[in-house]
């Protein structure tokens, strides 16, 4: 709940501040080498398995994402690396009558490593990327963890709207969708970017 009113009270913020900036807004360099850092709140929409005996449970968590990208007027090729804290519970295990019902915990996260294209337009751009998630899924009972983790293909679209711009910094929104193919889990994540040119040409 925290990381959501984060991204809302920054939304209303940037959202205030646009006008005055937009108005002193100088045009950036038309190629750059651009480096971009996101933070927000993510969703698994899909992939979660029904635990009739869950006592708690927590879907999404605060996401983090770093991306390099070559911006140009035309499209900009990008590689993207985030984590992504899917979702975690507890939940009682029955291990027979010698021992009987315990508590286990578990959770479910993924790091994504990704490349692809984006297309900007006005104050909006479009990123398609494609690429692998490691996906690491842990589960302790009785004070042992079993972490199972394995290499998925997926895929990740991102759109963003920048508020906020200068000549060589830009601060704006994004939605962020991702897919992991093998592991049949999808989510969603809202939140800030913050972007920079490290080399402009």
Known sequence: ???????ALSAG?????APTIASAEEPRARYALEVDAFGGYDLMVQGRST?????WSKNGGGAVAA????RTPWVSPFVDVGYYPLYASQSRV?????????RSTGSLAAIGVL??????????????????YDVDVRATVLGRTIAPRELDGGYLVALRGVVVRSRRVEVGLEARGGFVVEADTSFVSFGVTIAGDAVTF
């Open 1 to 7: 709940m925290t990381g959501r009113w984060v991204v």
């Open 13 to 17: 913020a940037f959202a205030a501040l």
């Open 94 to 102: 029955d291990l027979g009558p010698s021992i009987g019902s315990v």
């Open 51 to 55: 635990q009739a005996r869950e006592i």
């Open 115 to 132: 490349g692809g294209l984006g297309a900007e337009w006005w104050r909006l751009r479009l990123r398609l990327g494609i690429g692998l």
């Open 67 to 70: 991306s390099l990208s070559f």
